[in-house]
């Protein structure tokens, strides 16, 4: 059986929940560092209120025991604190009052899922769509992402994430060893590697949330220390860019995914874009550059992994845009809501993790045992293969 997970909740309801299954047993969970992932969501320039409100923290309640996982299911929920003041409005027995004390919504926002939702799922109050569809599901998609991060490590995996573009505002690229690059992006508000970029980002943020409106950007994903062959080129649900190009769409507001260096292959001749073959003693094979981001042929051919993701603006917006009452069909212009100008950096926290999950299933599936002692002497003999090839 595959790595696998589902969640449920409501950014209103009283927790999210997920369960994840086929994790090995034997697998050491440092809580700390899973609580810490958490709260790297929960930064970063530009975010509001809520992001106060909520000091997230997981709850484990099955599947590991004296801080080992079994290889039972493991079973994680994250409370949201602000519950209290939504227990009526999100209760799941039927309650007496009006749309208003239901907190009832029947003017779509345009960038959000209400319309189709309540189109396609016949829900005359568009909160029913908008509480499950609402970026607070990425807090236990980074729960599960951290769990993946923890098991990958065990085999000297590093993960990193930067933001690479903020609206007008690009970064420039320091080529930095992956520990640098961890410690300065966790030290900027807006997870990049220089001070500079950093303040000019912050500025302009505070300028787009000063004209009502909203703005986003583009974040990437580097993973380092995997061996060639995760995934695979025999069949397409196999190789594994497609799988983490799906990981990526997946998340709120995400809008397209690159790997390597992307759309630019468009634009350059195969010269400029493949990267040459490479043998030595110390190293064995590899490439003298990583244009195609570690992938070729859907599998990993143990460069890093390079992905970028690209997030749109938040949809939600001090600025009014026009859309059409579901009561009257009247045109009207969204009310003022309370909202983020910017939640790149948290973006490029979450897109770190649902990339993390996927390498860790292919990773499971190539040297997939019942517990961490099976894996690690699976990934033993299969560098050793590698080693005599
Ligand atoms: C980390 C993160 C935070 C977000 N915060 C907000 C927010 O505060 N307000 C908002 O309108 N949209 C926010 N979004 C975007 C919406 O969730 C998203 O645009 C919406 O669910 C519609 O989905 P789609 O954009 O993928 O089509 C956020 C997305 C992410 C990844």
Sequence with gaps: MSLRFLTAGETHGPQLTTIIEGLPSNLEL????????LHRRQKGYGR???????????EILGGVRHGYTTGAPLALVVQNNDWKHWQNIMNVEPVEGNDEAKRRIHRPRPGHADLNGGLKYNLKDLRNVLERSSARETTVRVAVGAIARQFLAQFGVK???QVRRIGEIEAPLHHLPI???IERTEASSVRVTDEETEKKMEAYIDQIKKEGDSIGGI?????????????????????LDGRIAQGVMSINA????????????????????????????ERGYYRATNRLGGFEGGMTNGMPIVVRGVMKPIPTLYKPLQSVDIDTKEAFTAQV????????????????HVVTWEVAKAFLEKFGGDSMEEIHANYQNYLKQLGNY
Excluded: W
């Excluded at 440092?30 to 992932?37: C, G, I, K, P, Y």
């Design 219 to 239: 974040v990437e994903c580097i993973i380092e220390g995997l061996p060639v062959g995760l995934g695979s080129h025999v069949q397409y649900d196999r190789k």
């Design 30 to 37: 440092d809580f700390e560092a899973l609580n810490f992932q």
């Design 337 to 352: 809501e309370r909202s983020d100008a910017c939640a790149v950096p948290a973006a490029s926290v979450v897109m770190e």
């Design 48 to 58: 509001g209120r809520r992001m106060q409100i909520e000091k997230d923290t997981a």
């Design 179 to 181: 520990d640098e690059l």
């Design 159 to 161: 993960v990193a994430g």
């Design 254 to 281: 995400f809008k397209g995914v690159e790997v390597g260096i992307g759309f630019e292959a468009g634009e350059l001749r195969g010269s400029q874009v493949h990267d040459e073959i490479m043998y030595s003693e």
